[in-house]
């Protein structure tokens, strides 16, 4: 009988330490779309031995989504740098990163530096940077001469613009209307008020607009077929469009492009830290940072990265951002907790709006 339970006992084991195997060999990663490349992912693989589950999201979803499970599902995520102090704040579902197993001399020191104080929260960092860009206008020339935000209310964009019902449209709105939300993000009565006036800017906007992007094809597709003038849009939706359109640009807004970070983040119950690590350090080698950067069409934290980037991409780069308008990029600060709250309000009544 003993040695019965002893065999019962021992097959226990053996399939709890094959599990516990699989699963110190799988990553699963909470990302963006074309941040994983195939061939990137296959040599992580090789090198590695390391497997690796990708979920594609967005900062809305994946706030959603480690809440639901407090920090649990996934051992890395990819949120930006402005959407972690206060999503850990109000519901701890991050953990603490531990910088002496990240490889701080393949960051951009000054990249590395901003993202640390953004993602600090009681003294504990939680994330490191990885890919940055920038949203602002994408306006084609023949048809619209729209410079700024407030442009697509402009009566001859009249039912030809696009643009998202997400935080950034508010944000980009108030900078338009000479206002500075950022400076209010510690004043939540100051910023409702805010918020209330941008949304009643938007909903009298909603006869100028086509459709309210969700996803990148429809909005690509607009452009292309003349159905819009100028959207709301993420630089290298522009930058490649312009590829094949030639009059189709991507203005930095005179307001100021809006800029942001996504970064790399550890969520609270995650399970393979080693494994989170290990990919970090691999996506931010020059040559594999290249790789990601390209496939995404943004830049690199990563130093050196730059090096390997599509040369179309940073002509198209300098042609958008002159001086000026690079140092007129508005970089979005941590959200403090609960300004979301207000954000998602405003939206909603903007959506019911008739």
Known sequence: MHRKLSKIALATLLLATGAAQAQDNTLRLLTWADYVPKDVLEQFTKETGIKVEVTLSNNEEMISKLRATAGAGFDLAQPSQDRIAGPQTEFGIYKPMDLSKIQAAQFIPSMLEATRINTTVAGKVYAVPHIWGTDGLVVNTKTSKATDYADLCAADNAGKVSMRLKRPTLI??????????????????????????????????????????????????????????????????????????????????KSGALGWVDTFAIPAKGKNDAAAYAWINFNMRPEIAAKVATSAGNFTAAKGGEQGMDPVLKQQFAASFPEAALKNIKWYPAVPAGLEDIEGRVLDRVKAAK
């Open 172 to 253: 980009a709105f108030a900078f338009s209307m000479g206002k500075n939300p950022f400076a209010a993000y510690n004043d939540p009565k100051a910023y409702g008020a805010l918020m209330d006036e941008v949304g009643k800017k938007l909903t009298d906007c909603k006869a100028n607009v086509k459709f309210y992007w969700d996803g990148k094809d429809q909005l690509l597709a607009g452009m292309r077929s003349g159905e819009l003038t100028t959207a709301m849009m993420w630089d290298t939706g522009g930058w490649g469009l312009n590829k094949t359109h030639p009059d189709i640009k991507f203005i930095a807004p």
